[in-house]
Nanobody, 129 residues
Framework: QLQFVESGGGLVQPGGSLRLSCAAS????????IGWFRQAPGKEREAVSC????????TYTDSVKGRFTISRDNAKNTVYLQMNSLKPEDTAEYYC??????????????????????WGQGTQVTVSS
Protein backbone atom coordinates (compact mmCIF):
# COMPACT_ATOMS: atom_id res chain seq x y z
CA GLN A 1 0.00 0.00 0.00
CA LEU A 2 1.21 3.48 -0.86
CA GLN A 3 0.87 6.75 1.01
CA PHE A 4 1.27 10.08 -0.75
CA VAL A 5 2.23 13.56 0.33
CA GLU A 6 1.60 16.36 -2.13
CA SER A 7 3.51 19.64 -1.97
CA GLY A 8 4.37 22.68 -4.05
CA GLY A 9 1.04 24.42 -4.17
CA GLY A 10 0.54 28.08 -3.41
CA LEU A 11 -0.69 31.42 -4.65
CA VAL A 12 0.55 32.49 -8.07
CA GLN A 13 -0.38 35.19 -10.53
CA PRO A 14 -1.91 34.33 -13.89
CA GLY A 15 0.82 33.31 -16.30
CA GLY A 16 3.02 32.07 -13.49
CA SER A 17 4.40 28.60 -12.80
CA LEU A 18 4.40 26.03 -10.04
CA ARG A 19 5.85 22.55 -9.71
CA LEU A 20 3.87 20.09 -7.65
CA SER A 21 5.50 17.07 -6.08
CA CYS A 22 3.88 13.81 -5.05
CA ALA A 23 6.14 11.84 -2.73
CA ALA A 24 5.23 8.23 -2.00
CA SER A 25 6.09 5.94 0.85
CA UNK A 26 5.55 2.23 0.57
CA UNK A 27 6.75 -0.57 -1.61
CA UNK A 28 6.52 -1.11 -5.34
CA UNK A 29 5.99 2.55 -6.28
CA UNK A 30 7.64 1.87 -9.63
CA UNK A 31 4.86 -0.57 -10.60
CA UNK A 32 2.02 1.91 -10.23
CA UNK A 33 0.61 4.42 -12.64
CA ILE A 34 0.26 7.77 -10.90
CA GLY A 35 -2.30 10.44 -11.59
CA TRP A 36 -2.79 14.08 -10.72
CA PHE A 37 -6.37 15.15 -10.15
CA ARG A 38 -7.97 18.40 -9.03
CA GLN A 39 -11.15 19.56 -7.42
CA ALA A 40 -12.43 23.10 -7.34
CA PRO A 41 -15.11 24.21 -4.87
CA GLY A 42 -18.53 23.03 -5.97
CA LYS A 43 -17.13 20.91 -8.77
CA GLU A 44 -16.42 17.24 -9.24
CA ARG A 45 -12.91 15.87 -9.00
CA GLU A 46 -11.34 15.72 -12.46
CA ALA A 47 -8.27 14.15 -13.96
CA VAL A 48 -5.43 16.48 -14.89
CA SER A 49 -2.65 14.13 -15.98
CA CYS A 50 -1.52 10.54 -15.56
CA UNK A 51 1.76 8.73 -16.10
CA UNK A 52 2.36 5.03 -16.51
CA UNK A 53 4.68 3.02 -14.28
CA UNK A 54 7.58 3.31 -16.71
CA UNK A 55 6.87 6.92 -17.58
CA UNK A 56 6.47 5.93 -21.21
CA UNK A 57 2.78 6.86 -21.40
CA UNK A 58 1.37 10.19 -20.30
CA THR A 59 -2.07 11.70 -20.63
CA TYR A 60 -3.39 15.23 -20.17
CA THR A 61 -6.81 16.72 -20.01
CA ASP A 62 -7.37 19.07 -22.94
CA SER A 63 -7.39 22.24 -20.85
CA VAL A 64 -3.79 21.74 -19.67
CA LYS A 65 -2.15 20.33 -22.80
CA GLY A 66 0.89 22.34 -23.76
CA ARG A 67 1.03 23.98 -20.33
CA PHE A 68 1.49 21.12 -17.84
CA THR A 69 4.09 18.36 -17.87
CA ILE A 70 3.99 15.23 -15.74
CA SER A 71 7.14 13.27 -14.92
CA ARG A 72 8.34 10.71 -12.42
CA ASP A 73 11.55 9.69 -10.70
CA ASN A 74 11.11 6.11 -9.55
CA ALA A 75 14.43 6.21 -7.66
CA LYS A 76 12.97 8.98 -5.49
CA ASN A 77 9.41 7.59 -5.35
CA THR A 78 8.19 10.94 -6.62
CA VAL A 79 5.96 12.23 -9.39
CA TYR A 80 6.02 15.85 -10.49
CA LEU A 81 3.57 18.15 -12.22
CA GLN A 82 5.18 21.18 -13.82
CA MET A 83 2.49 23.79 -14.38
CA ASN A 84 3.23 26.75 -16.63
CA SER A 85 1.08 29.60 -17.96
CA LEU A 86 -1.31 29.13 -15.09
CA LYS A 87 -4.84 30.46 -15.42
CA PRO A 88 -7.44 31.36 -12.79
CA GLU A 89 -9.46 28.32 -13.87
CA ASP A 90 -6.57 26.10 -12.72
CA THR A 91 -7.40 27.07 -9.13
CA ALA A 92 -8.22 23.90 -7.20
CA GLU A 93 -7.01 21.40 -4.66
CA TYR A 94 -4.60 19.05 -6.42
CA TYR A 95 -4.29 15.41 -5.44
CA CYS A 96 -2.18 12.48 -6.54
CA UNK A 97 -3.22 8.85 -6.48
CA UNK A 98 -2.08 5.47 -7.78
CA UNK A 99 -3.41 2.77 -10.08
CA UNK A 100 -1.94 -0.62 -9.21
CA UNK A 101 -3.08 -2.04 -12.57
CA UNK A 102 -1.10 0.59 -14.54
CA UNK A 103 -4.13 0.73 -16.81
CA UNK A 104 -3.15 3.72 -18.91
CA UNK A 105 -0.31 1.70 -20.40
CA UNK A 106 -2.93 -0.11 -22.47
CA UNK A 107 -5.92 2.27 -22.30
CA UNK A 108 -5.19 6.00 -22.18
CA UNK A 109 -8.84 6.79 -21.49
CA UNK A 110 -8.46 5.34 -17.99
CA UNK A 111 -6.95 8.44 -16.42
CA UNK A 112 -10.10 8.81 -14.32
CA UNK A 113 -10.56 9.19 -10.55
CA UNK A 114 -12.46 5.90 -10.17
CA UNK A 115 -9.45 3.92 -11.40
CA UNK A 116 -7.12 5.31 -8.72
CA UNK A 117 -6.54 4.63 -5.01
CA UNK A 118 -4.32 5.72 -2.10
CA TRP A 119 -5.24 9.39 -2.33
CA GLY A 120 -3.06 12.02 -0.72
CA GLN A 121 -4.30 14.99 1.32
CA GLY A 122 -3.89 17.45 -1.51
CA THR A 123 -2.13 20.75 -2.09
CA GLN A 124 -3.96 23.97 -2.85
CA VAL A 125 -3.20 25.91 -6.03
CA THR A 126 -4.64 29.41 -6.31
CA VAL A 127 -4.14 31.47 -9.45
CA SER A 128 -5.13 35.05 -8.87
CA SER A 129 -3.88 38.58 -9.40
Amino acid sequence: QLQFVESGGGLVQPGGSLRLSCAASGRAFAYYAIGWFRQAPGKEREAVSCISSSGGTTTYTDSVKGRFTISRDNAKNTVYLQMNSLKPEDTAEYYCAADAWDTITTDQTMCVPNAYDFWGQGTQVTVSS
